[in-house]
């Protein structure tokens, strides 16, 4: 198209023609049966993305079998046990003044 002639241009608002190979709107996605039930491929697929994000976010932050885990928890433990005992120590310390 070339702007040098006025009435070339189209507008941006001109109406889109679908072309031949497009599916009708009105038709069900592929993925969905006609009274709209997903199919067995698409629910299977979304497992499998959920699976395989859950593991990458596991590879991600380090954890990589139960025995990562167990020191994990124990991590924790200790965190937990180290908080009281320094909640402990400003009680005590609070009380004597």
């Known amino acids: 198209m070339s702007a040098d002639k006025p009435g ?3 507008p941006l608002d ?10 009708p709107a009105d038709l069900p996605e ?9 199919s067995f491929d698409f629910v299977r697929d979304r497992i499998e993305k ?3 994000t ?4 596991q590879e991600l932050a380090g954890i990589g079998g139960p ?3 167990q020191s994990l928890d124990k991590k924790i433990a200790d ?3 180290a908080a009281k005992d320094k909640l402990a120590e400003i009680r005590r310390s609070m009380g004597k003044e």
């Open 8 to 10: 070339e241009q189209q």
């Open 14 to 23: 001109a109406e889109i023609v679908e072309s031949p190979g497009t599916p």
């Open 30 to 38: 592929p993925d969905y049966s006609d009274n709209g039930a997903p």
């Open 50 to 52: 959920r699976y395989t």
């Open 54 to 57: 859950s593991v990458g976010a």
């Open 67 to 69: 025995e990562d885990l």
């Open 79 to 81: 965190r937990k046990e």
